[in-house]
């Protein structure tokens, strides 16, 4: 299976990225960004200083510093509270391609998602989920990315994830 779903924190894991939950200045905030820039150290913010921001569906990368893994891939959900041009699903989805295309650039083997756009910017949790997991599932069939760690921090959210993973298969 190239796909595991764990329960935990993200910035433990030992991949070659972890892919950030950020928002458009990429200069750090709350939830899962609060804990990558607060443990990967204050080198992490001098380098996203240097990006320009990130808009949303987008993906940039950076070292990990003090972190575990090797690289940070930063991307932005869209708020669900507000209207897009584009749809929301589909801004999402983006930041799951997005961020496995750069990965793929880099030639990275191992990745690690967290439940992006579901803390703050509240997207409802099923719909999260099959969006993570479908999108993800349909393009590292034909990809050099040989493993897609899916991080949940909430149990709820793990039971979504394992449910659906189920459904998929
Ligand atoms: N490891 C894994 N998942 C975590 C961790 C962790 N250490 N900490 C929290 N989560 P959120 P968003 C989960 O709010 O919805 C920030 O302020 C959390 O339980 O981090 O995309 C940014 O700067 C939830 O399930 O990201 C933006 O302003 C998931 O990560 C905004 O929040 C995503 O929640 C982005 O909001």
Not at 7 to 36: F, K, M, Q
Request: with cysteine.
């Amino acid at each position: 299976m190239k796909i595991e779903i764990l329960s935990g924190d993200i910035t433990e894991l030992r991949v070659d990225a972890i892919v950030n939950a950020a928002n458009r200045s990429l200069l750090g905030g709350g939830g899962v960004d609060g804990a990558i820039h607060r443990k990967a150290g204050i080198e992490l913010l001098e380098e996203c200083r240097k990006l320009g921001g990130c808009e949303i569906g987008e993906a940039k990368i950076t070292q990990a510093y003090k972190l575990p893994s090797k690289h940070i891939i930063h991307t932005v959900a869209p708020e669900w509270y507000r209207e897009y041009e584009v749809p929301k699903e589909e801004l999402l989805k983006n930041c799951y391609l997005n961020s496995l295309k750069l990965a793929e650039e880099y030639n990275l083997k191992t990745i690690a998602f967290p439940c992006i756009g579901m803390g703050v910017y509240s997207c409802p949790k099923d719909i999260g989920t099959r969006i993570a997991l479908k999108t993800v599932a349909n393009y590292i069939e034909s990809s050099t990315i040989e493993k897609v760690f899916f991080v949940c921090f909430e149990a709820e959210l793990y039971d979504y994830y394992t449910e659906f993973m189920k459904e998929m298969l």
